[in-house]
């Protein structure tokens, strides 16, 4: 049994050797080579990185807001209540909410008629017909 068992455990061994052949690592070097040459459609990665570096080094200089200065941005935006997409303002928006509000509860209700038993018939058998058909 130990020896089946060390049989097995070499053949492994031996297979792992066969899979890294020669030929196998020249297939990587090969695709390692096209990799690093990058494709036609896009810059070297140098000028990628130097183009990164730039960017970086302008969005530092611009300054940035202290915590105390984005409290009070903030709180300031609260008080005006200032919707950027709404260019109406608050009591525009408050009175055309108003106004939507009066005009839908003077609709009458779509489903009252399905909360009676004439209705629920009615409903019924509409759908009964659609069904046989």
Do not use: H, Y
Not at 21 to 43: N, R
Not at 44 to 68: D, H, L
């Amino acid at each position: 049994m130990n020896k089946l068992l060390v049989a097995l455990i070499v053949g492994a061994f031996a297979t792992v050797s066969a899979a890294q052949s020669p030929a196998t690592k020249q297939k990587q070097a090969d695709v390692s080579a096209t990799t690093q040459a990058g494709s036609g459609s896009s810059a070297s990665t140098a000028a990628t990185a130097a183009e990164q570096k730039a960017n970086t080094a302008v969005s530092k200089e611009t300054a940035k807001m202290s915590k105390s200065e984005k409290a009070k941005f903030a709180k300031d935006a609260m008080k005006t209540g200032n919707n950027p997409n709404n260019d109406s303002g608050v009591a525009a928006t408050a009175a055309q909410q108003k106004a939507n509000t009066a005009e839908s509860k003077g609709m009458a209700k779509a489903n009252v008629p399905l909360k009676t038993k004439e209705g629920q018939k009615v409903l019924s058998k509409d759908l009964q017909q659609k069904a046989s058909q």
